[in-house]
């Protein structure tokens, strides 16, 4: 279409080749939703209290970079459910089931840190295996369902989000070495089941955050590099395709549910296990029969990093980030609430974002574009080469 | 008998709300959209049902007059809400999947933002009752008197009625045809001129209509015409789809369904009533999970030679073979 003798062509075709690639369009779609989002939030802010809507806008967007080390600290455990639901969901099952995984690896992980006597380096390493064995447990039992009996996998996840959350409240509540009934909360957890911390001061940020992103960057390679990474995403293109392959189908489901529940799992250690800025105190998790958040966070975090594990780390930072500017937002009267509405509009938009851009840009093309050509297409042949 | 008598009368109002909304999830199922939201479209009928039972509480409207506006709103809502899914999952050929679980992270997050903002609560908290003691004359009726006419809410019997609407409308219409035809294979349907699109807007809005009041009834006949944002309908609409699973995308399979459920739920919620059970000495909390554990084996057991219509969750595009 264009005019080969151009000498812009060969400019404008590399930049081309950048802005077709898969990265760049699922960056392009997650910014357009975040940007559609924010958006929405504004406008929200407008309607409720328009006087310190600029002020509160502010504090979502940029709230977040006074309390970097706060931001890192809640990234932790959505960063591990996010990559709990993007890598099932790159083998196309979707595993809404992440907040009961989580609750699961958090009480693994409380158990061990309560109930075990271990020596002080090894206490905390041993609590998050637990925890990852819990999650693990969680994500097995919908796996086996869905390869072998043909369940939804969506279903079977969601029942177990309560399953787990009635069976660890009540397991909490029964054993007195780890609840606390004057609180009603869990104790502290011994020092020595601690992560430890990474001294930023007046923050919680510990050693999890590198461990997870270090996760993160293990799975990228166990996706790209390895057979099983291989399989998981072909099976994920095309079910029957790469059974006819040979790869085996069944296993790979209840693999790839089993690794999701342990990083899942992982995250709930983290976030139990952290230390608190307060010294002589921790994390305490409440039973009061609430499913975890940070589950359905982790779900936020997976679509926007577009099921990328590169792009989960970045996109729980981001969520993270604006999370703590919404915590922010009550300076000027607002709820942090406003920031779940905001989410949850990013993860609606991002669900056809690319469908959206695709048609923006054919648009942009068709349009704009074919103006551009007829406006200076002096010679016919041009014109013929339409 | 009496223990008869009570956990009937209690599970009624537990099972209508579940069969609504697995019957709202039925037809755009049947119509080809996975409706994961309903549990989001539940919340939001119930959060303008309440709303306007808030606003016309003071009025000396009589209760169930307020009742049957009240649906009139939250299926109002419910439609209103679905399209939202409607047109991602139609019009874009979005993952239903995904948008379904946003719309259901949006609602939660909104009604806690409205409420703490207008009434400085996690939701709406009304003090009117639907509650009927018994029905004049159809009470009288010996055994089924008892059964479903004393100590109920008229949701019950309005449930009743949508379930023969909905299986009429589903069986022996022209429409029900053509929705079935849509979510068994659209290409098909497209070629005799039936157009897809519009079918699947009409079922996903039927499904809206059906949540919303069956989330109004779920607050009316559960938590006493309270909306909160934090418990919001407890699963319903997950374990909604869950009884429509089982029920096999039949209307009649699922009202039985919705009965097994509602009577674990009831049964769970009223172990300390029942000597038999309370005696036993088992933690509590073990019958409160026991909706989803019978849930996981029912559909362990039934998934295998599963109904489901073919074409659910595969977005229509007209160009694809």
Redesign the interface.
Known sequence: MQNRNDPNSKFSFSIQSITHSKGFSALGAALMAIILGLIFGFI?MLV?APDNAISGFSYVVFGGLSRIGDVFYFATPILMTGLAVGFAFKMGL?N?GASGQYTMGMYFALYVSFMWDLPGGVHWIAAIVAGALGGMLFGLIPGI?KAL????E???S??????GM??V??LIQ?NAIMYSSTTTRTRYIPIDAQIPSLGIAGSNVNLGIILAVLIGIILFIVLQKTTFGYELKATGFNKYASDYAGMQGKRNIILTMAIAGGLAGIGGAFAILAPSAIPGSSMTYEPIN?IAANG?NG??VA?LGHSHPIGIIFSSIFISHIQRGGTLTSLVGY?P??I??V???I??F???AI??NNALAKFVKTRLLKKNVVSDASDPDIKEAE | MDTVYYLVQNMLPVAIPLLLVALGGMFSERSGIVNIALEGIMLFGAFFGALFVLIVQGSSMNPQTILILGMVIAALSGWIYSLLLSFASVTMKANQVIVGTALNMLIPAVILLFSKMTFNSDGITTNISFYIREIPILSKIPVLGELFFQRTYLTVLIGFVFLIVSTVVLYKTKFGLRLRACGEHPHAADSVGINVYFMRYAGVSLSGILAGIGGFFYAVGITDGNVSGHSGVAGFGFLALAVMIFGQWKPIRILFAAMFFAFLRTLAYSVSLIPFLYNLGINQTYYKMLPYLATMVVLGFTSKKSRAPKAEGIPYDKSQR
């Open positions: 929200v409720s979707f809404i369902f009996l043909n369940v939804n969506v279903i079977t969601i029942m177990f989000n309560y399953i009635y069976l409240d009540m029964g609430i359905f779900i936020a679509l709820k609430e406003i779940d509405v989410i949850a509009v993860i609606y991002s669900a056809f469908i959206m």
